[in-house]
């Protein structure tokens, strides 16, 4: 699988919520009912936290 390239990787991040901490996006998955399917992660482009899937 190759990598994605600089302008996948912004678009990846723009359609995803962020979030302004660990917790915050913890939360977020627990509110929905996926905590146990959802990791959170600090993004290097934003700065900001996303969810993905485990």
């Not at 901490?21 to 996926?34: H, P, R, S």
């Amino acid at each position: 699988m190759k990598k994605p390239t600089a302008e996948e990787r912004r678009r990846m991040c723009t359609r995803k919520r962020r979030y302004r901490t660990q917790g915050d996006a913890l939360d977020a998955a627990l509110l929905a009912g996926v905590e146990r399917q959802r990791a959170a992660y600090q993004c290097q482009l934003c700065g900001c936290w996303h969810l993905t899937t485990r």
